[in-house]
């Protein structure tokens, strides 16, 4: 059984199940499924789990219904059964004064007595019923899941549209949901404008973002508002077409040549950064905090799936001291910390000659090198670039190339093995954003860290950065 929703195995159908709340009380929307029932459904053209405009729309079509997405409540693939489906809950906006297709409103204390065609979606159902009516707010808890967060919202970003006498020409549309943002865009007098909301620990984002764009507006432009307690922003359509599409390795060094001219330039002003609220992610801290963080991992994730085996768990204890050691010896470099994106691989715009650097959710200070590892991992293989993988040496030189103080470290491949020494602490980095989702009840994030982490240590070693 597999419960990651980045999962998916593409010769099996997928069916979307929708946990619909009821628009003033605890009751979820059950529709008739021959003699028994079953929650609203149907198989979706888009199956990026973060995509949810289509899923509304479906609510809206079939159901008469306007609703808003709250999150994906469950994955389940069972290679036994060959049947795979997410459920998503949703918040009903309005009264319903016809039930559609025959449905009925079933409470928590009803559902044990219907029959329900899925029987593993009863307690599915009665969990996030249980959730949407607790009092406390957990305080990892993505803010969009509760009740009145959508129309707080939205008056929010009527109210900055008037002040900039900017007129909308549409409804706010949600685009985007999972646990780490919440977008939504609307059609207005000057086009298209994006309105992202993050959760509490990543409320960093729209400081830096406004700071970045002040000092580079080529790579960024001007939000048209921010609320920086909330981690709220407004901003323009920044266009262009995603990096990721353009099969031209020149552009890629060129982008991050760009990246590397802000990471020079802001080494000068990391205690003005850190004061801002940027998260503190440079070795010193790595070290401190690398053994509690897999503690902290290996106790979450251990026990029921999606969680750790035994054997697992066993390896994950032992990595603390390897990787303070490769904190230790990035740190003998001596290259200085900086401003570091923390995400660039598939956030980086292309206009012409322009680049928009965006979604700056994971910045902090930290080595600059954990920026290039990110790319590396994640972009360079052959559905980006014919012969990613050997790219990726070509692309590591724009970075060390572009410092004076790699220069002087020696040749550029001494310089590229700097790089793969940066990558297991690079994973630690990572690690701080999925723990939050370990905090929330979603472990797949650190269950994958946890696999990655082992692989980049096997790729180091083969490499011979261990020694």
């Known amino acids: 059984m597999n419960f990651s929703p980045f999962y998916r195995d593409h010769d099996r159908p997928l069916q979307y199940y929708v946990i619909l709340l009821h628009a003033s009380d605890a009751r979820v929307l059950l529709v008739p499924d021959d003699a028994d029932w079953t929650l609203p459904h149907f198989t979706p053209t888009v199956t990026d ?104 919202a939205a008056a929010w970003i009527q109210a900055q549209l008037a002040q900039l006498h900017i007129k909308a020409l549409g409804p706010i549309v949600q685009e985007r949901v999972w646990a780490l943002s919440c977008v939504m865009r609307l059609e207005t007098s000057i086009g298209d404008v994006y309105f992202k909301a993050v959760p509490p620990f990543m409320t960093q984002e729209s400081v830096a973002m406004q700071e970045v764009s002040r000092q580079y507006p080529d790579l960024l432009p001007s939000l048209l508002a921010v609320d920086t307690g909330r981690g709220w922003m407004l901003m323009p359509d920044f266009g262009g077409d995603s990096l990721l599409r353009v099969p031209d390795l020149s552009r890629w060094q060129e982008a991050l040549r760009r990246c590397a001219h802000i990471q020079v330039e802001q080494a000068s002003y990391v205690d003005d950064w850190l004061a801002r609220g940027i998260p503190d992610r440079r070795l010193h801290q790595m070290v401190q905090l690398t053994e509690p963080l897999i503690t902290l991992a290996s106790r979450l994730l251990s026990g029921s799936p999606p969680g750790l085996s035994e054997e697992e768990v066993e390896g994950l204890h032992a990595l603390p001291l390897r990787m303070q050691l490769r904190c230790v010896k990035l740190a003998a470099y001596g290259i200085p910390p900086t401003l570091v994106h923390g995400d660039l691989g598939g956030n980086i715009l292309v206009h012409g000659e322009r680049y928009t650097l965006f979604d700056w959710t994971d910045v902090c200070i930290a080595h600059p090198f954990f920026e290039l590892t990110t790319i590396i991992d994640t972009v360079f293989d052959d559905s980006v670039l014919q012969h990613g993988s050997q790219c990726s040496h070509a692309v590591a030189e724009c970075l060390p190339g572009a410092m004076d103080g790699i220069r ?52 180091v070693s083969a490499a011979g950065g261990l020694t």
């Open 49 to 152: 789990f973060r995509r949810v405009r289509h899923i509304n729309e479906h609510m809206r079509e079939q159901y008469g219904l306007e609703s808003v997405v709250q999150r994906c409540v469950a994955h389940r693939y069972d290679p036994v059964s060959e049947s795979q489906y997410r459920v998503y809950a949703l918040k009903n906006r309005r009264a319903t004064p016809h039930l559609p297709r025959g449905g009925k409103w079933y409470s928590a204390a009803e559902l044990d007595r219907v029959h329900i065609t899925m029987p593993d979606h009863r307690e599915i159902i009665r969990r996030w019923l249980q959730a949407s009516t607790a009092e406390t707010v957990l305080a990892l808890q993505a803010p969009w899941v509760n009740q009145g967060w959508f129309d707080d």
């Open 408 to 459: 002087d470290h020696g040749t550029p491949g001494r310089g590229i093995r700097v790089v793969h020494t940066s990558g297991c602490a690079t994973s630690s980095h990572e690690l701080y954003v999925d723990s939050h989702e370990c905090g929330r009840g979603r472990p797949m994030g650190a269950r994958a860290w946890a696999g990655d982490v082992a692989q980049e240590f096997a790729a």
